[in-house]
């Protein structure tokens, strides 16, 4: 766990002149109280701390990620892999909030399948999940712009070689953004997807947003769901092996 002294910054520092009056401490002073709490054993604590800090409205990966291992200390599993999850969506780059998520991941009940990708895109998938899409869209638009660059240079040449110099260039970068531009569509319908963890220990999937309604299969502690529709107090969910049904919205929460 990093328990080391970072300033929070000025974000915090505002936090505190605009919601001073409703907690007693600064995000600061709370981050410290946690991470103490922390090498201390006193695991509840540092999460109630931690969540504090949360409720001036900051969204620190940092933050997130040492409630997610308070939380884990703890013996709550479902919502430990929800902060993980939260800390990867704000810094796809924390290579140590991934590999506590899928340490975590291993031990849910729930073996799901998910359908069979080929071994190259697999390396791509698992490549692009550690980018953010903001680095992925500059990677698009300076190769765009580079292979636009050079095809319009090429009816202002006149010398053969430097022709087919731009040409193979222009060919090359267009390839190059066709596959970065791919890559940009993944990451932003990734970013668009609702994704939400069961939170108690197990979760009926029932056939229709009712309790009255034939449980379908059952889902346990921290397995991974996507939203696909919303009625009521209920979410429609449906797991990567493609079983889908109704799930109280109380009894997940969304990432």
Do not use: C
């Amino acid at each position: 766990m990093r328990v080391g002294r970072p300033a929070l910054g000025l974000a915090l520092a505002a936090a505190v002149v605009s919601a001073g009056s409703v907690l007693a401490s600064t995000p600061a002073e709370l981050f410290e109280q946690g991470n103490t709490d922390y090498e201390e054993g006193r695991f509840e604590d540092a999460a109630a701390a931690y969540r504090q800090i949360l409720q001036y409205g900051l969204e620190d990966p940092r933050v997130h990620y040492n409630l997610g291992n308070a939380l884990f200390k703890a013996g709550r599993l479902g919502s430990a892999i929800l902060h993980y999850e939260r800390t990867l969506r704000l810094d796809p780059t924390d290579r140590e909030a991934r590999q506590n998520l899928e340490f975590a991941r291993g031990l849910i009940l729930d073996r799901v399948a998910e359908p069979e990708i080929p071994y190259p895109l697999r390396i791509a998938r698992d490549w692009l999940d550690r980018r953010s899409t903001d680095a992925t869209a500059a990677v698009f638009l300076v190769v765009y712009l580079a292979a636009a660059g050079l095809a319009g240079a090429l009816p202002l040449t006149r010398s053969t070689g430097r022709r087919r110099v731009l040409a193979y260039g222009a060919i090359a970068a267009g390839l190059v953004a066709a596959l970065s531009g791919a890559a940009l569509y993944y990451k932003t319908s990734q970013a668009s997807s609702e994704h939400a963890i069961v939170l108690g220990e197990r979760l009926d999937v029932r056939s229709g947003p009712a309790e009255d309604n034939t449980v379908l299969f059952t889902v346990h502690e921290g397995t991974r769901v996507e939203i696909r529709n919303r009625l009521g107090d209920w979410y429609q969910i449906s797991l990567p092996n493609a079983l889908s049904g109704w799930v109280p919205a109380a009894d997940v929460e969304e990432v």
